[in-house]
């Protein structure tokens, strides 16, 4: 299954699925993106991250995809478990020499068994 | 173990009546920031300090104040309360110059008013 965004805050997969979830992000100046778990009623927890002169980066059973050209961000988890059901941001960190996370929309992701 | 911690996980306060909540963390950090989350939003950013430096946001309202006494504290005063600041309220820290800039969050502490 594949997300819109902002378009589509749910995704709905099944266990053992390729999921992917899209982000649109807004400062072409940004340098430096990171993808958050956010489980109900917890912090942010970081997945993974990736600077703007990379266009991929792979963690485990993750994978996120960077495309500059189009101000567009992707996390692929791969062989989805239920463990991975929870709320999805992306953030970006525009090179304003200080640390500033702006987060994106979330994207809710439901895996069933 | 925690590096973030903030407490209460959980409060309750009254309409209008003065409420703290504390973050402390054991990274060391230069940088903290206090964010809001309403139900299915994304964290906006209230302000953040570098060092004891205080950077508020254009459009925190003045009824959110913050203190940083030392790099391990800090707080987040909200005058009076009002319905619309119930929220999750997430503290995080980062390390201005780190390769990564990651932000480590806290579990966070979910304010009622009522």
């Known amino acids: 299954g594949e997300s819109v965004g902002l378009h589509l805050p749910t995704l709905s997969v099944q266990e053992g699925d390729n999921s992917i979830i899209n982000c649109a992000y807004s400062?072409?100046?940004?340098?430096?993106f990171i993808w958050y778990k956010q489980e109900s009623g917890k912090g942010p927890q970081f997945i993974i991250d990736?600077?703007?002169?990379?266009d991929k980066r792979q963690g485990q059973r993750v994978t996120v995809l960077l495309n500059k050209t189009v101000k567009h961000l992707s996390l692929q988890i791969a062989a989805t478990q239920p463990g991975d059901s929870a709320v999805y941001f992306c953030?970006?960190?525009?090179?304003?020499?200080?640390?500033?996370?702006?987060f994106g929309t979330g994207t809710r992701l439901l895996v069933s068994p | 173990d925690a590096m973030v911690i903030q407490n209460p996980r959980y409060q309750v306060t009254q309409f209008g009546k003065p409420v703290t909540l504390s973050c402390s963390q054991t990274?060391?950090?230069?940088?903290m920031y206090w964010y809001q989350q309403k139900s299915s939003q994304a964290p906006k950013l209230l302000f953040h300090?570098?060092?004891?430096?205080?950077?508020n946001e254009a459009d925190t309202p003045d009824n959110f104040q913050s203190r940083r006494p030392n790099t391990s504290f800090c707080f987040l005063d909200i005058r009076s309360p009002g319905l619309g600041d119930a929220a999750m309220y997430l503290c995080?820290?980062?390390?201005?110059?780190?390769?990564?800039?990651?932000?480590?969050f806290g579990q966070g502490t979910r304010l009622t008013v009522v």
């Open positions: 995080a820290t980062s390390r201005h110059g780190t390769p990564g800039g990651e932000a480590f």
């Open positions: 400062n072409s100046a940004s340098d430096y």
């Open positions: 990736i600077r703007s002169n990379m």
């Open positions: 953030a970006e960190l525009p090179d304003t020499g200080f640390q500033k996370l702006v």
């Open positions: 990274l060391n950090h230069n940088v």
């Open positions: 300090y570098y060092d004891k430096d205080f950077n």
